[in-house]
């Protein structure tokens, strides 16, 4: 694009919707209500993993103000194969003959008031019969527990055709990449290196629970659902049900947080078929303690090995990435694949070998938060990098440096990497750490240290966004896309790129909440993707409607480059305020598809996030308390559409993944969640914030983005967790190899280190 | 499930409702009144969304009975605003853009309110520490503590 100059873009807009949300006006699904609704309550499977031998409902039925009681079987009745997914379908509406997981949807009590229906819920008896159940992703590559019999992928995706049928196993997806000769390197390297790191699981919290409403009648489902993919939505369901999409209509509001827990289907399939079965609306919705079981970020195991030669080079690098997908596939698969081809870090490496795997166990299922696999694999290969800097003797930055990927270099699945600003990202971060300056790295029981990581991602390709911008005879302007803003401000950025392209205030624009009867085409709202394709899409709509302005003008005898208001055009044209000119657009980036044999592709990603972190800690030796002083996040952001948003942006995935790194963490006792409530599940509160944050944003020219600009949703998660890791190994010496960060992981660590371990509980 | 008849003070206006002894303020102000500004996240009085002032002081409405309001003064978000004008409180949200989501923020409007008739020049810690009962999953609290002193100062100049 050869924009040079911007009135709209570019500015710091506040928030459109800012008025709705401080006077608790904000339409969130949650707060909908529909005449003649019933209210779905479930009832959930108290095992790992069971054979259904019954369900006694009778009970459960008898109650009074019952109108309802649902099990998997009865759903049968109106969904003849009720099972979902994004990549396999592999997921029931309710359970049918088994149950995978803890927490797993077993059956559903319909009634009028909540309560009733809750209450009726827990009055369901089920007798199971227990089976061998596997938590551990190591432990489900040769399991005698089998989650699933056979796999059963999805028909939509030709490169996970050959999985079909597969059965006896628990790996659902393997990809593999190689680029050059990574065993010749390593058998050729002076120094070798090998770590293991894990991640544990964590979810995603969304304060407004999942939610969706179902109304269906006849030949028509109308469905009001808190989702980020209301495209992918009506495609399932309309799927499910054997109907045209144009008879399934998913509708949204604004929601109260999603990051990744509400992308594909959540619980509408299931509000569906109650819907089906009850001649009524049924609203389901999740408490907090039920999105525990519904979607969580994966658990990983990384093993990571490095060859470097006498200069610092990397010369090659091997990652096997084992991800714990739970008990439904998910969007799992995706992230083993799309994330797995950047598992070997930001570095400019000629040989390297990526073998990453997603596999069933019998935990509550996984998917994409915020990052969709990133962090895990930032953690290992960040952690790793700064192990075989210390053990060099080189400095950590300047490692980084000597292997960092730079414009006009192939990242590892073959991409020559364009844009991608990841060398004044780590001279920033390290600009505003100091890290030149001498550092005191305190005395006695309160030691201090500095860390650096920095992290990337290929954006999801390829993907399709579709947008309509019309322009009303009195000059204002309605945007129609499908793009869902759950707080990323995306209603703000796509109204400021279509006032910029129309040339009109920002106040005359209008960005209507997705609505697949009204608004077109979007593949979700995930990944950091819509301001890229979106803002395309928006874009190109405006441009398209501008030029059937300009055409109206010249039809109507308006001088060429006439500024003439819009309304004087209108009535020129139709004799008084009448008329509605509508432009349309879809957008889609170039791809080449990743070859089968070395998972290589010279055209991955549109674009590259880029994210790194710097801490400062200090650490209690007495008890393994540490405080973070300090924590700088800078981003490539692009040329940001709204910078202050683009900041929060930033600020909040780190704020997010400070979480997952020292406080969250979902604790699994045979099976059972123990703690799925946030009293037990800690996320940050407002003492958990670094003493000191501060943000930086790298503002670069993307190419090929609308106006130069590029996602930056999820960029800011990346560094956080290594950068903390490296920061305690730089004050008090030892290294903390598995997440979450916790004062005893590090006391029990020194004490290890002292000679004088801790005993395990 | 028996049933009470109270009354009680809504943003002003004297109200009377029909509620289940087992019911919450938060699904009264919602089924009965129509007010979503409180709202239900956690369930547990953990994470603020459900806040309002119950006799100016703040409360979680999730655990307070609704049965237990009869007689008092409750106040919700939707009662600051003044007819079209905001009050200090969500014009500085605004202005700082102290929010993401949105969903905790009537919360933490209605703690700055209570906060600031408390102790109209409070320093950052004091801030925090009034805060740290309300979460923001979004993670906007750089923006809220700015907020906070927005207000502060939009407060003592009117």
Known sequence: MAETSTTTVGQSYGRLEGHAKVTGRADYIYNLRLPSMLHAKIHRSPIGHGRINSIDVSAAAAMPGVHMVVTGEDVKTVLPEPYYGPAFHDQPILALDKVRHFGEPVAAVLAADPHIAERAARLIVVDYEELPAVYDEIEALDSEAIVHEELKPAGTFADLKHLSGRRDTNVALDFHLRLGDADKAFAEAVHVFEHTFRTQQTMHTPFEPIVA?????????????????????????????????????????????????????????????????????????????????????????????????????????????????????????????????????????????????ALY???????????????????????????????????????????????????????????????????????RLGWDRPYDKGEGAKRRGRGVAIGFKASISPTTSSAIVSVNADGSVIVYCSTVDMGQGSDTAMAQIAAEVLDIPLDRIRVVNPDTDVTPYDMSTLGSRSTFHMGHAVRLAAADAKEKLVAMAEEVGMPEGSNAPLPELFIKKFGMRAGTIVGTANFKPDYAPTDPETGLSPNATPFWMIGATGAEVEVDTETGQFTILRMINVCDVGKPINPAVVETQLSGAAVMQLGFTTTERMILENGQLTNPSLADYKVPGIFDMPVIMENGMIEAEQHNGPFGAKGAGESGTFGVSPAIANAIEDAVGVRIAEMPITAEAIFRALRAKDGAPLEED | ??????????????????????????????????????????????????????????????????????????????GLADGEELSPEQEAFIEIGAFQCGYCTPGFVLMTRQLLDENPDPDDDEIKHYLSGNLCRCGAYPEIVQAVRLAGEKRRAR
Not at chain 1, 367 to 395: M, N
Not at chain 2, 62 to 73: E, K, N, Q, T
């Open chain 2, 1 to 78: 499930m028996s049933r009470h008849t109270i009354n009680f003070t809504l943003n002003g206006r004297p109200v009377t409702a029909d509620v289940g002894t087992h019911q919450n303020l938060t699904e009264v102000l919602q089924e009965s009144f129509g007010l979503f500004g409180a709202r239900e996240s956690c369930g547990q009085g953990l994470c603020g969304c459900c806040t309002v002032l119950i006799d100016g002081a703040a409360v979680t409405s999730c655990l307070a009975l609704a049965a237990f309001a009869d007689g008092s003064d409750v106040q919700t978000v939707e």
């Open chain 1, 213 to 357: 409403i179902a109304d269906v009648t006849h030949d028509r489902a109308i469905i009001h659902s808190s989702t980020q993919s209301p495209s992918f939505v009506r495609y399932e369901l309309s799927r499910l049900l054997g109907w045209p999409e144009s008879n399934v209509r998913v509708r949204t509001g604004h929601l109260g947080g999603g990051f990744g827990a509400k992308v594909y289907v959540k619980v509408e399939a299931l509000a569906l078929a109650l819907s089906m079965l009850a001649h009524r609306p049924v609203r389901v919705a999740q408490t907090m303690e039920e999105q525990f079981y519904t979607i969580t970020k994966h658990p990983s195991t990384f093993r990571i090995r490095s060859a470097v030669d006498d200069d610092g080079r990397i010369v090659g690098r091997k990652c096997e990435v084992w991800w714990n997908g739970g008990a439904y596939a998910d969007i799992g698969p995706r992230v083993t694949q799309k994330s797995g081809f950047t598992a070997a870090g930001p570095y400019d490496i000629e040989n390297i070998d990526i073998d990453s795997f």
């Open chain 1, 361 to 431: 166990t019998n935990r509550p299922p996984a998917g994409a938060l915020r990052g969709f696999g990133i962090p895990q694999l930032v953690w290992a290969y960040e952690s790793h990098t700064d192990i075989i800097a210390r053990e060099l003797g080189i400095d950590p930055i300047v490692f980084r440096k000597r292997n960092i990927l730079r414009d006009g270099r192939p990242q590892a699945v073959g991409t020559i990497v364009k844009d991608g600003e990841f060398e004044p990202v780590l001279d920033e971060t390290a600009r």
